[in-house]
């Protein structure tokens, strides 16, 4: 038995709209490949039909959805791998400032303590010179001894002398 009019056409419209979901699938599967971005425009033009019918046909929109969803999720995933990463390597970088930082507190520290010791040293080295050799090194004139009965010269004004000053 031959179909009739109507069963022929409506037989032919679901071929091509099983033409063009297979066109979809190939379209999205080639954007993926390629890496371009899936949006129902990018989908209908690649696949050859309108964005009309991507919207109108329940599968159609069911394809669209679903790739979109995919490839939302998949760079979701990609972005938070290299999230992942980046934040990986300055943790990395914060420990290494860390420990450069504690390395330099503790040569800081050594230093003062050598500092110390040092001034010590010194001030030990000025307490066992004789009275009359400490004098000499303090006094303004390095050549002439101290004695409580020489007098001073007079002081000029501007001079440290002048001001009160030693």
Same mark, same amino acid.
């Given at each position: ?7 022929? !056409? $409506? %037989?032919? +419209? ?12 190939? /379209?999205? *599967?080639?954007? #993926? ?8 425009? !990018? $989908? %209908?033009? +690649? ?12 599968? /159609?929109? *069911?394809?669209? #959805? ?101």
């Amino acid at each position: 038995m031959k179909p009739t009019a109507p069963e022929a !056409a $409506i %037989a032919a +419209r679901r071929q091509l709209t099983e033409q063009k979901l297979d066109g979809m699938k190939t /379209a999205i *599967a080639q954007l #993926r490949r390629e890496g371009g971005r899936l949006s129902v425009r !990018a $989908i %209908a033009q +690649r696949a050859g039909v309108s964005a009309t019918f991507c919207y109108e046909n329940n599968s /159609a929109r *069911a394809l669209v #959805r679903q790739a979109v969803a995919d490839s939302r999720s998949s760079r979701d995933r990609t972005s938070l791998e290299e999230h992942d990463r980046v934040e990986a390597t300055w943790r990395e970088r914060a420990l290494n400032a860390e420990n450069e930082l504690n390395r330099a507190q503790r040569e800081v520290l050594a230093q003062r303590e050598r500092i110390a010791e040092l001034m010590g040293r010194a001030r030990d080295a000025e307490t066992m010179v004789p009275g009359d050799s400490a004098q000499t090194l303090r006094s303004d004139t390095p050549h002439r001894k101290h004695h409580p009965q020489t007098a001073r010269p007079p002081a000029q004004s501007g001079t440290p002398q002048a001001r009160g000053t030693p």
